[in-house]
């Protein structure tokens, strides 16, 4: 079993829809959790951080967090082309420390 | 935010020659870098953990002899692979923790072995 897993993708998505992005992780012992988007041949930029079960909105994205089914999710309102990329989950024992990505979603916004 | 740079963006080499790659933090001090190797189509992989003025902590399976870390500085950890072969191209990241413990990423050197 993988430490980090999501579905390699691509998920297909029409332009202005909602795309959600699952990931799930193994280790209980993670405390901080990580979505990043990495366009092709780039290196990832962090979208959004969250530490505490529930949800957290920034912008146009959605961040929802259960510990206890180890579950960690990205919701992308009013998807965009230009949010086509892969989307890497990556989690850790806590902030500063080393991260474990998932094997990354990648995300095709149709115009 | 803070800024990560890397050094080189891009670099070409023979088999069997060393190649070093940079990482700094430009604008903070960094006592935690962390390297990742990320082979096309796949994910991030941790290498090794940089600590300042002490020995990196490289994790299972990452050769220390072949891929030598060197944080000697706040702001400056160097990657070097040693004697590299075709299965080295990848494309190596490096992270920088500041104070806040954030952690920002270096954009990327791409190496390819020849």
């Known amino acids: 079993q993988k430490e980090v897993e999501q579905n390699s993708g691509p998920l297909s998505v029409p332009e202005g829809a909602i795309a959600s992005l699952n990931c799930t992780y193994s280790?209980?012992?993670?405390?901080?959790f990580f979505w990043y988007r990495q366009y092709s041949g780039k290196s990832p930029e962090l979208i959004m951080f969250?530490?505490?079960?529930g949800d957290k909105e920034d912008g146009r994205f959605t961040a929802q967090l259960n510990k206890a089914s180890q579950y960690v999710s990205l919701l992308i309102r009013d998807s965009q082309p230009s949010d086509s990329a892969t989307y890497l989950c990556a989690v850790s024992k806590a902030a500063g420390n080393k991260l474990t990505f998932g094997g990354g979603t990648r995300v095709l916004v149709k115009p | 935010g803070a800024v990560v740079s890397q050094h080189p963006s891009r670099v070409i080499c023979k088999s069997g020659t060393s190649v070093k790659i940079e990482c700094r933090s430009l604008d903070f001090q960094a006592t935690t870098m962390f390297w990742y190797r990320q082979f096309p189509k796949k994910s991030l992989m941790l290498m090794a953990t940089?600590?300042?003025?002490?020995?990196?902590?490289?994790e299972q399976g990452v050769e220390k002899d072949k891929f030598l870390i060197n944080h000697a500085s706040l702001t400056l950890s160097t990657l070097t692979v040693t004697s590299a072969h075709p299965e080295d191209s990848s494309f190596y990241i490096c992270s920088a923790i500041d104070r806040y413990n954030e952690q920002f990423f270096g954009p990327g050197t791409r190496l390819t072995v020849l």
């Open positions: 969250i530490y505490s079960n």
């Open positions: 940089s600590n300042e003025g002490s020995k990196a902590t490289y």
């Open positions: 280790d209980r012992g993670s405390q901080s």
